[in-house]
């Protein structure tokens, strides 16, 4: 059974950083595209970053370009959003997505498999 499952948001100050991680089972992520979408309360999901499949295409939204990477390790079946300089804006669930496309793009519809989101909030 396919399993993505988030983990790493919690409650930083602005302008710190944060890593979250999403491990899968169930399939390799070995091949598939992926992506990071975030959801604030009374919002849209929107895309974050994506990755194609072999990782020869990267993606940002321009609200975390520069701020944001996107990575995955293989063979630990982890996709990766580095975040640094965070801001209050940032407060959202962050979910990660998984699809077979070789890409998928930033918008939620185009990715099959999710995980369950983990909060992340920036705040003093």
């Known amino acids: 059974q396919v399993h993505l499952v988030e983990s790493g948001g919690g409650l930083v100050q602005p302008g710190e950083s944060l890593t979250l991680s999403c491990a899968a089972s169930g399939f390799t992520l070995d091949g598939y595209a992926i992506g990071w979408f975030r959801q604030a309360p009374g919002k849209e999901r929107e895309g974050v970053s994506c990755?194609?499949?072999?990782?020869?295409?990267?993606y940002y939204a321009d609200s975390v370009k520069g701020r944001f990477t996107i990575s995955r390790d293989n063979a630990k079946n982890t996709v990766y959003l580095q975040m640094t300089s965070l801001k209050p804006e940032d407060t959202a669930v962050y979910y990660c997505?998984?699809?077979?496309?070789?890409?998928?793009?930033?918008?939620?519809?185009?990715?099959?498999?999710w995980g369950q989101g983990t909060q992340v909030t920036v705040s003093s």
């Open positions: 990755s194609s499949s072999s990782d020869s295409s990267t």
């Open positions: 997505a998984a699809d077979r496309k070789i890409e998928a793009g930033m918008h939620f519809s185009s990715y099959d498999y």
